[in-house]
């Protein structure tokens, strides 16, 4: 038996960046569901294997074992709102939502990053999940950039900027040439200038006992007074089930504070949303504080432009 907490199990968890999918499937009959998972996953390449699980206790779990085929639909970045649909229970999940009938009739929804059409395959006991294995007999290619979880929290891609060799048998000009070249391509500089600031930022902020979406909450909270769960769920971008998880984090630290349905900080959860404030007033300090006015001026001017 497990013996250690399954929240903290499942914040541990969280430290694994994974995609964010919709998975669908429609009975012969014609019942249909669409759940939202990340534990999907490649299995083999020869068959076409894929893997996703899904709780034992859900009430999707009949139709996918009746369903002759199911979908997997890889989010896009931009597709939070159905991420978060899908993941609410409610009688009718595609009410509203814009689909087409792929093979077995499985819910094919639009403009994800990439869609996988499979036949049931294999479905295996993974002890309070099922563990249901497609195979993938059709799929669309569409190259968006995906929808990210990590952390308790939706994210995004950013192409990491990489890091120099220490030893290179290169000569000196094509150093030169591919030096000039980094130095003109302004995307790369700003990949490079994110990458150190968080170098010397999110240390501090970890040192708080926070993680980054525990700490954005804190802020959040701090700006607005007091959100609903859905109000806060919405502007941090994070999935209901890992904000309630965060909630009672904040709240056995006695920083979170609930009136009937409206969060609000305590007096101690106040003085950490400064403590935090005062962290990133610090850090910015630390970069910015060698520049003038006018070149800041210039430099918010140049942020306004390109967002």
């Known amino acids: 038996m497990t013996t250690f907490d399954p929240k903290a199990f499942r914040r ?35 068959p076409a294997l894929v893997l996703w699980s899904i709780m034992k206790n859900s009430g999707s779990v009949e139709i996918f074992d009746q369903a002759s085929h199911f979908a997997v639909n890889v989010l896009a970045a ?8 899908f993941a609410r229970p ?59 979880y990590h952390g308790g929290a939706y994210s995004a ?10 030893d290179s048998e290169a000569t000196a000009a094509a150093e030169a040439k591919n030096q000039k070249r980094l130095d003109n391509n302004l995307y790369y500089q700003m990949l490079q200038a994110v990458k150190r600031y968080q170098t010397g930022y999110q240390p501090l902020q970890q040192s708080t006992g926070l993680r980054t979406v525990e700490a954005r909450m804190i802020l959040t909270l701090n700006d607005f007074g007091s959100l609903t769960a859905s109000e806060l769920e919405q502007r941090i971008s994070m999935p209901d089930q890992d904000l309630q998880a965060a909630v009672e984090v904040l709240k056995r630290k ?11 900080l305590t007096a101690a959860g106040t003085e950490q949303a400064e403590t935090l404030c005062k962290i990133a007033s610090d850090r910015q300090q630390q970069v910015f504080g060698q520049f003038s006015d006018e070149e800041m001026a210039t430099f918010r001017k140049v942020l306004d432009a390109i967002q």
């Open 90 to 148: 409610s009688d009718d999940k595609f009410a509203g939502i814009s689909y087409s009938k792929g093979l077995g009739d499985a819910p094919v929804l639009p403009d994800c990053a990439a869609v996988f059409q499979c036949e049931n395959y294999q479905k295996l006991d993974g002890g309070d999940h099922w563990i249901l294995i497609g195979k993938v007999v059709a799929f669309d290619d569409n190259g968006g950039a995906p929808l990210l």
């Open 254 to 264: 006695e920083w979170l504070a609930m009136n009937e349905d409206q969060l609000s």
């Open 12 to 46: 541990a968890l969280g430290n694994f960046a994974t995609g964010v999918t919709v998975i669908t499937a429609t009975t012969p009959d014609g019942q249909q569901t669409g759940v939202t998972a990340n534990s999907f996953n490649s299995v083999s390449l020869d």
């Open 157 to 166: 891609v950013i192409p990491h900027a990489g890091v120099k060799p220490k």
């Open 78 to 85: 931009d597709q939070i709102p159905v991420s978060n649909h």
